[in-house]
């Protein structure tokens, strides 16, 4: 019953901005570390970044100083902030996240949404 569902993606010229959006929903207890995932076609998919649920947030080193990864923990959602695209940053985003089910609280699920295309080019 749990889901993430991601916004935000679209094309955009190199230099530009996106702010991705993800959003939990469902029977919910509490969710831990939630991340920001890309994957390009042909390419395993790879972490961007990822922030705890105390905000400790950790970067891949291609997108340092570029992108900020925050969540709204009273909303559910995760956000992206991405600044000085880059035609290497075109791939689809996944959200990922830890949760708990209210279900089953004496356990964790890993948790995907369906993915946005995030298209940078001129």
């Known amino acids: 019953q749990v889901q993430l569902v991601e916004s935000g993606g679209g094309l955009v010229q190199p230099g530009g901005s996106l702010r991705l959006s993800c959003e939990a929903s469902g029977s919910i207890f509490s969710i831990g570390t939630m991340g920001w995932y890309s994957q390009a076609p042909g390419k395993q998919r790879e972490l961007v970044a990822d922030?705890?649920?105390?905000?400790?947030?950790k970067y891949a080193d291609s997108v340092k100083d570029r992108f900020t990864i925050s969540r709204n923990n009273a909303k559910l959602t995760l956000y992206l902030q991405m600044n000085s695209l880059k035609p290497e940053d075109t791939a689809i985003y996944y959200c990922n996240a830890d949760i708990i089910r209210s279900g089953d609280v004496a356990a964790s699920y890993d948790y995907w949404g369906q993915g946005t295309q995030v298209t940078v080019s001129s």
């Open positions: 922030i705890t649920s105390g905000g400790r947030t």
